[in-house]
């Protein structure tokens, strides 16, 4: 399997099909198989999309307080729910590479596959919403010229990230480098170690 390829035809699909109803109390039914990695992918890129509308809302200016502080607080577990997918790629890919036999001068890399492919879910989503902008009907043409622009570099950048996603699990494959799985440790979302929620003085 290309898995570039795979996430992000997949992570396009997805966000085309958020837009259906554009509703982040949205319910989906997950198209792919349980426990498969289309599977984790697509629920990646879910929590992606409706995170990334999430934070449109919270910026109305009009925004009620008491709604905002509710959103910001759905917003947070959204980030957690999105690490620990993040979490659950990177863990199939140590799986996946689990008998290669490493290099003595094996390398390991700044940033897991799985933490490379969340950046390839949130290229997607602004690629999907800088084209809206492209597309705009009651935009000013230098508005349209200069997402234009930007449109471009996205697209670019998203080639260039699948590029070396796909050379870091060659190498990971052929034992060039090498992988580990860091679990987050976020301490304000832990009761025991938030001074806020454990009643530090």
């Not at 990695?37 to 509308?53: G, N, P, R, S, Y």
């Not at 759905?74 to 199939?92: A, C, F, G, M, P």
């Not at 094996?106 to 999907?128: C, F, H, Q, V």
Request: proline share 3%.
């Amino acid at each position: 399997m290309n898995y570039t390829k795979t996430a992000n035809r997949l992570f396009d699909e997805t966000i085309k099909l958020y837009h259906v109803t554009d509703d982040v109390d949205a319910q989906v039914h997950n198209p792919y198989l349980e426990g498969t990695i289309e599977a984790d992918l697509f629920t990646k890129c879910w929590i992606d999309t409706v995170q990334w509308h999430l934070e449109d809302i919270i910026r109305d200016p009009e925004i009620d307080p008491v709604a905002a502080l509710a959103l910001k607080r759905r917003i947070d577990r959204s980030n957690q729910d999105r690490t620990d997918l993040v979490e659950k790629i990177d863990s199939y890919f140590r799986n996946l590479y689990a008998d290669v036999e490493v290099c003595d001068d094996a390398t390991i890399n700044t940033e897991s596959p799985a933490w490379a492919i969340d950046r390839l879910s949130i290229l997607a989503l602004k690629i999907y919403h800088m084209r809206e902008q492209v597309e705009r009907g009651d935009a000013s043409p230098s508005h349209i010229e200069q997402c234009q622009g930007k449109l471009a570099v996205l697209l670019e950048q998203r080639e260039d990230l699948s590029t070396a996603i796909d050379q870091l699990l060659d190498d990971i494959a052929a034992g060039r480098k090498y992988m580990k799985v860091y679990r987050q440790m976020k301490m304000y979302n832990d009761p025991a170690t938030n001074p806020v929620l454990y009643g530090k003085k």
